[in-house]
C-alpha cells in the first residue's frame, strides 16, 4: 500500500499541472480522476487552518483549468521527499513536500496526507485527509 500511496501522490500533483496549465483537456472523463480518489470524508486544512471540504476541494479544482496557461514564466509543480510515517491496516500515512513555482516564485508546504485502501480507485487508495504547513522558501 505505502508504494501505491506514493504513487498516488505524484500522479495527482502531475495531474493539477497539468489541468492548471490546460495540457490534457477539460472533460468530465479526465477530471473524474480526481472525483475518484478524494474520499467521501475528505479535507483539506491549508496552511492558513483553514478548512476545505471535499465538494469545495472539487470545484476549486474544476474552475482552475486553465488558469496557469498564460503564465509568463512557466507554471511548475512537484513533489518530493516523500516518506511513509505509518502503515497499519487499510491506513497510511504519508508525508511529502510540494513544490510550485508561480510566476517566478517559488512557494513550498509540507504535507501530511492519509490514504484509505479503495480498490475501486486508480491506484487503490483514496485521499482522506491532507494537512498542509508552509515551508520557508526565502
Not at 492558513?48 to 465538494?55: A, E, L, N, P, V
Not at 488558469?67 to 516523500?82: A, F, G, H, T
Not at 505509518?86 to 517566478?104: A, H, K
Request: proline share 2%; glycine share 4%; net charge negative.
Amino acid at each position: 500500500m505505502k508504494e501505491q500511496c506514493e504513487k498516488e501522490v505524484i500522479e495527482l500533483h502531475r495531474f493539477f499541472e497539468q489541468w492548471f496549465k490546460s495540457e490534457i483537456e477539460n472533460k468530465d472523463e479526465i477530471y473524474t480522476r480526481v472525483e475518484n480518489v478524494l474520499g467521501k470524508e475528505f479535507i483539506l486544512i491549508s496552511p492558513s487552518g483553514k478548512f476545505t471540504s471535499r465538494d469545495e476541494v472539487l470545484a476549486q479544482i474544476k474552475n482552475g483549468y486553465g488558469s496557469r496557461k498564460d503564465d509568463e514564466v512557466p507554471y511548475r509543480l512537484w513533489v518530493q521527499n516523500i516518506d511513509c510515517r505509518f502503515l497499519e491496516n487499510n491506513l497510511c500515512l504519508i508525508m511529502y513536500e510540494e513544490w510550485g513555482e508561480v510566476d517566478g516564485k517559488l512557494n513550498a508546504r509540507i504535507s501530511s496526507a492519509l490514504f484509505r485502501k479503495n480498490d475501486q480507485a486508480i491506484n487503490r487508495v483514496e485521499w482522506i485527509h491532507v494537512h498542509e504547513t508552509a515551508i520557508p522558501t526565502e
